[in-house]
């Protein structure tokens, strides 16, 4: 397994921005996809964005233009940059990191703790 840690989350206004980080336990090349998936209360956790290994990027409609992850393959850190945040983008934000065998299956299927990210309005 991987462990994860995220920082970053926090209270701000509708139309600010905060960048989230995930720092993986071992090398991220060794991963092969790097995601952000959020919770809202009373809903189910979804996609919000993921990254190859080769760089190739994934995001949700309600996000696209407004999120960007990236990597740093130096310091095995995952980030998500969120700008003209909505009060609809209020959810605890998790990180996920996911290898896969030779068939497809998964054999690491990791998850952070989790940050709070609330937008007010």
């Known amino acids: 397994q991987v462990q994860l840690v995220e920082s970053g989350g926090g209270l701000v206004q509708a139309g600010g921005s905060l960048r989230l980080s995930c720092a993986t336990s071992?090398?991220?090349?060794?991963?092969?996809?790097m995601g952000w998936y959020r919770q809202a209360p009373g809903k189910q956790r979804e996609l919000v964005a993921t990254?190859?290994?080769?760089?190739?990027?994934n995001y949700r409609d309600s996000v696209k233009g407004r999120f960007t992850i990236s990597r740093d393959n130096a310091k095995n850190t995952v980030y998500l940059q969120m700008n003209s945040l909505k009060p609809e983008d209020t959810a605890v934000y998790y990180c996920?990191?996911?290898?896969?065998?030779?068939?497809?299956?998964?054999?690491?299927?990791?998850w952070g703790q989790g940050t709070q990210v609330t937008v007010s309005s």
């Open positions: 071992r090398s991220i090349f060794s991963i092969n996809v």
């Open positions: 990254i190859t290994s080769g760089g190739n990027t």
């Open positions: 996920n990191a996911k290898t896969f065998g030779s068939l497809g299956e998964i054999i690491v299927n990791s």
